[in-house]
């Protein structure tokens, strides 16, 4: 509780938990310290009440090693990366699950709905369910002043996607992860559970993965195409260690089928949702724009998944 308004990160104080409880300090030296990085209006006690992203150190400053968001921000305050300014959308896909069975919203219990076909951008109350969470998910992350630029029905019933963007660098992260703890405060008013798993249907349904669209001054100017070109073929002699890092489970999602890559090849193509990098058809056009690497899984921490896109595009030298 503060004494007034705040609008400055710098100007709240530092806080403290027990990082035994979380698995992220042992029981004799257990405070993790809290530091506010973020400030967003809070949607749910609304005035002059906030939201605060905060990273975590030790006691003695060190950033624990949960903390995806202080090398992030060492990356993007980096002169090359700054220079570039690099913007971001991250398509964020989840899934909503009934509370006391775990599988989709809209399905019958122990059963499956009809094929994939009807249900992306669907509308109708055989076809869409949950548009009431992700409608209230909109407002509060439009009031918290979150960069939210749509949202749309998925290829799975029950799934469901936001976009978040165009953000620049750090910020991508710090938006993409409050606007993720807003909705998990929605779904659990709706008592409805919120999934980020990349495949929570096995068989013949989509999985969700965290679409991510980038672009930097460079690509953005005239003779940008080429700057892509050149970006995504550094992106492809890294193709494993991005992999390794986009996300838990991402395997049983990038499967060749369903729109996705297979999770051991790498390949980029205009306009083809089965490639690895998808560069739109405007941007080929154009002759400059952005690219959308299709790679990450709906879980992925956004610090990490948008500093490594930027580390190795703009620092890294192969």
Same mark, same amino acid.
């Given at each position: ?17 027990? !990082?035994? *409880?979380? #698995?992220?300090?042992? &029981?004799?030296?257990?405070? @993790?310290?809290? %530091? ?15 939201l605060v992203m905060c990273d975590t150190y030790t006691p003695a400053g060190e950033p624990i090693p ?98 978040? !963007?165009? *953000?620049? #660098?750090?910020?991508? &992260?710090?938006?993409?992860? @409050?606007?993720? %703890? ?8 709706a008592g409805v559970v919120l999934s980020f798993d990349p495949k929570p249907i096995q068989g013949d ?114």
């Amino acid at each position: 509780t503060l004494s007034g308004p705040v609008s400055d990160p710098a100007k709240l104080p530092k806080w403290n938990y027990d !990082g035994s *409880s979380t #698995g992220q300090a042992p &029981g004799e030296d257990s405070e @993790v310290i809290l %530091y506010p990085q973020a400030i967003f209006k809070d949607p749910f006690r609304r005035g002059n009440n906030i939201l605060v992203m905060c990273d975590t150190y030790t006691p003695a400053g060190e950033p624990i090693p949960t903390n995806k968001r202080c090398n992030a921000a060492k990356i993007f305050s980096h002169p090359d990366v700054a220079a570039e300014v690099p913007w971001y959308g991250i398509e964020q896909e989840y899934t909503l699950l009934q509370k006391e069975v775990k599988w989709p919203i809209g399905w019958p219990v122990g059963g499956f709905p009809g094929p994939q076909g009807p249900y992306y951008c669907g509308i109708g109350a055989d076809k869409a369910w949950g548009r009431d969470i992700v409608d209230a998910h909109y407002k509060a992350c439009l009031y918290a002043g979150i960069n939210i630029s749509g949202i749309n029905g998925e290829v799975m019933p029950g799934q469901w996607e936001y976009q978040v !963007g165009p *953000s620049v #660098g750090i910020s991508a &992260g710090d938006e993409l992860w @409050v606007s993720r %703890y807003i909705l998990e405060r929605i779904t659990e008013i709706a008592g409805v559970v919120l999934s980020f798993d990349p495949k929570p249907i096995q068989g013949d349904w989509n999985g969700a993965g965290a679409h991510t669209n980038y672009s930097t001054k460079s690509m953005r100017n005239d003779g940008g195409f080429e700057v892509i070109k050149k970006a995504i073929e550094k992106l492809g002699l890294r193709h494993k260690e991005h992999i390794a890092a986009y996300g838990e489970g991402n395997e049983r999602r990038l499967t060749g089928r369903h729109e996705t890559a297979d999770i051991n090849t790498f390949l980029w193509g205009v306009a083809n949702r089965g490639a690895s990098i998808r560069v739109g058809r405007d941007t080929e056009k154009a002759g400059k724009g952005y690219f959308e690497d299709r790679r990450p899984a709906s879980n992925m921490d956004p610090y990490v998944v948008t500093s490594m896109i930027a580390e190795t595009t703009i620092l890294w030298k192969p």
